[in-house]
């Protein structure tokens, strides 16, 4: 059975960290109380999921979902976006945290059924990923770094390009090897660090297709 509030907090500050980092990456404004309130609703559904119907694999897809849900109805990006914004924040977030992970791993640092449990390792690994997130968030910004084709509006007409088209289906990868972490750090944990190159594979292509996509002539959104 898993213990309610540390569960929670350890999952709001994942989920904020992800929503940050996700905006850093697009450049865009942060509302730091729109990020909570949604962090939190989905860490309850989250542990209802998890504690009282052992659904953890719908729970991975739901929370997806739901991030691209409060990117579209709360912070209003047209859902377009708020999908290839949900890909690639998924992406880079858990490329971070299966990289932490792998490094934890061979320091001799135990893992048992990781996804299932909340040891105190676990509770490290998902606070350090979260954090490293933030901090890499923060880099981006003060640097002037990330990409800004995506429009404010979010009933605007948008004008999709093949390049569109191709961040839009990179979700598909996305939340198949999402799925699939799941039963490999479960299962066969030692093969769990294959997780890390799908996820950068995946993340490459999200990066390399939106710089190509930033410095084209494209034309994503009109009246």
Partial sequence: ??????????????TSAMFFLSFKIFKIDLFLKEI??????????????RNDYQLDQVDIVLQYVLMICFLWLLFRIHIFYAAIMTGMGYQ??????????????????????????????????????AL????????????RKGFDFVPDKPNGKIYISS??????????????????????????PKWFFLESFAYALVLYGYLYI?????????????L
Avoid: C, H
Avoid at 3 to 13: M, R
Avoid at 166 to 185: D, E, G, H
């Fill in 36 to 49: 909570i309130f949604a962090s939190l609703m989905m860490g309850f559904i989250s542990y209802i999921l």
């Fill in 1 to 14: 059975m898993l213990n309610l509030w540390p569960y929670l907090i350890l999952s709001v500050f994942e």
């Fill in 92 to 129: 880079a977030y858990l490329l971070i945290q299966t990289s932490l992970y792998s490094i934890m791993d061979r320091i001799g640092i135990s893992f048992d059924n990781f996804q299932a449990k909340l040891s105190v390792y676990t509770l490290v690994l998902q606070a350090l990923s």
């Fill in 163 to 188: 390049r569109d088209k191709i961040l839009f289906a990179l979700n598909i990868p996305s939340v198949l090897i999402l799925i699939s972490a799941i039963y490999l750090a479960n299962y066969f």
């Fill in 132 to 143: 490293t997130a933030i901090l890499i968030g923060i880099y981006i910004g003060k640097k």
């Fill in 210 to 222: 939106s710089y190509k996509k930033d410095r084209s002539n494209d034309e994503n959104f009109g």
